[in-house]
C-alpha cells in the first residue's frame, strides 16, 4: 500500500472574501485611469463633431492627452497628495514583487540572487527590511525638514509596509504561517490598505486639476 506524501509547504487557500478585497484592490486603482481616459476619448471626439474620426487615433489622442493630465496634475499638485500617490505605488509594486519572487523560490526553479536570505542558521524574513525601510523613510522625513522631500520618502516607505504587511500572519502568529490558510490575513490585509489608498480621492484630484490646464484650450 502506497504511503501519502505529505507536501512539505502548507498550502494558501483563498476564499471567496479574500478574492473579493483583491477585485476592489484592482478595481479601484485602475477605475481612475480607465474613466478618465474614456472622458478625455469623448471629449476628443465632440470637439470636431463633423469629422469622421479613426476609433484607433482616437483612442492614439486620448491616451496622448491622459498622459498629459496625469503629470500636469502630478506638478501642480501639492506635495502630500503626491506623496499618497508615490506610496500607493511604491506599495502595490513591491507587494506584487514580493508574492511573486516567493512564489517562485518556493517553486524550486530559481537559484543564484533568487533565494531564501539566512544568517548561520536562522531564516530572514522579508519583514525585517520592510521594517528597515519603514524607520529610515520615517526617520529622515523627521530630522529633515525640506520642502518636496515627502514625496520621495513615500517610496521606500510604501514598500517597507508592503513588505511588512505581507507577512502580517506571520508576525501576529509568531509562526511561519505564510503559505498556509492562517497565512491569508497576509492577502486581505495587503488587498484591504491598496484598496483604500487608491480610493482616497487623490487620483481624481490630480487629474482634474491637470484637465483645467491641459484641456482647456479646446474647450474654449
Do not use: C
Not at 480607465?34 to 476609433?55: I, K, N, S, T
Not at 504587511?165 to 484591504?192: H, K, P, T
Request: no cysteine.
Amino acid at each position: 500500500m502506497a504511503r501519502a506524501v505529505s507536501h512539505p509547504h502548507p498550502e494558501l487557500t483563498v476564499g471567496r472574501g479574500t478574492k473579493l478585497l483583491a477585485g476592489a484592490a484592482v478595481t479601484a486603482t485602475a477605475a481612475t485611469i480607465f474613466f478618465e481616459w474614456a472622458r478625455v476619448w469623448r471629449h476628443d471626439v465632440r470637439a470636431a463633431p463633423d469629422q469622421r474620426h479613426d476609433l484607433l487615433a482616437d483612442g492614439r489622442v486620448a491616451g496622448r492627452d491622459t498622459l498629459a493630465v496625469i503629470r500636469e496634475g502630478y506638478r501642480v499638485s501639492p506635495n502630500r497628495e503626491n506623496a499618497i500617490f508615490n506610496m500607493l505605488a511604491a506599495f502595490a509594486v513591491t507587494f506584487g514583487g514580493a508574492r511573486a519572487i516567493t512564489a517562485l523560490i518556493r517553486s524550486g526553479r530559481v537559484e543564484g540572487l533568487l533565494g531564501n536570505v539566512s544568517i548561520g542558521d536562522r531564516h530572514i524574513h522579508h519583514f525585517v527590511p520592510g521594517f528597515i525601510l519603514g524607520f529610515a523613510a520615517g526617520g529622515i522625513g523627521i530630522a529633515w525638514r525640506r520642502d518636496g522631500v515627502e514625496r520621495w520618502l513615500a517610496v521606500p516607505f510604501g514598500a517597507g509596509a508592503a513588505l511588512v504587511f505581507d507577512e502580517a500572519a506571520l508576525l501576529l502568529e509568531m509562526e511561519d504561517v505564510y503559505w498556509s490558510e492562517r497565512g491569508v490575513l497576509s492577502l486581505q490585509i495587503s488587498f484591504a490598505t491598496i484598496a483604500l489608498l487608491a480610493s482616497l480621492a487623490l487620483g481624481i484630484r490630480l487629474m482634474r486639476r491637470g484637465e483645467e490646464l491641459v484641456l482647456a484650450p479646446a474647450d474654449s
